[in-house]
């Protein structure tokens, strides 16, 4: 919920429980935010609220927070690292709770030949830290039916550090089994990010990253993807370039539900004979903690 301010006046002083009591509207990702008074000046820190009052919300004191000693020697990057969610990674706004992507796959018929169309869905289901817990792909098989390829399930610690990873076959059969201490997995969450720069991936050619993680360039075998992103992060075009022919160029069109999440993707590829043409459209159902 960043960028949201509510307006509101401090209805107690609980000095026994070291909190104000205010009654500007807190809804449930607002922990954390500022309670700033007329000058802009920080007061508090938005704690709870209660759900079953009306407008019975608190914040802790930053005069409190200032006789706090502090000791904290890790280089601010691990703090982000704690801080960072898969729900961030994935671009999703709100208490996300689970979302299942369906895309259309055109098959053909081993027998006949015939041309079919399949949904093959993916899910991702998180905690309500903003943590992945499972993760399915599906696929399709030779007689084109729709079915599990694998699941991934992960647990976590106190401070949302991944502890095992379970992967499994379609039939449940157990496929790795891996365990991570604190240390192997604060790498994973430092691997996920890259910002502002230009990096040499070995086989996988030369990346450049703008100042928000987003990918804007891509050098491959010889080939160049160009990317850009509204706003939000989500992409908006991607141009591909390769020697001695015309760019490929792709545009993404959106429809989102009420809390921003896009809930329709439409992809459309230009022509110069017919100008943007649609050529794939994916689908999200998305649901959240109450």
Sequence with gaps: LEGSVTKGIVSS????AG????DAAISPGSSGGAVINQRGEAVGIVKSSLVDGQNLNFAIPTSYLKSLSLDFKLPVIVAGACAYRDRDRDKLKGLV???VEKKTIVTYDTNTGKRKEAVVPSTRVYDIDGNMV???VYGIDARGEVGLDAKQMMTYDENR???QLIETAGDERILTRRTFSPDQSLGRKLANRTFSGTFDIGEYGTKTYDSEGNMTEWLIRGQRNV???ERDGRMKECSVYQENSSPRKSRYLYEDDNAGNWIVMREEEFSTEDGWVQTKVTYRDIT???
């Design 13 to 16: 002083l609980r000095i026994e």
């Design 97 to 99: 709770k689970s979302v």
């Design 161 to 163: 550090f991944l502890t």
């Design 227 to 229: 990317y850009t992103y």
């Design 19 to 22: 909190l104000l009591q205010i």
């Design 134 to 136: 499972e993760f399915r």
């Design 288 to 290: 959240y903690f109450k």
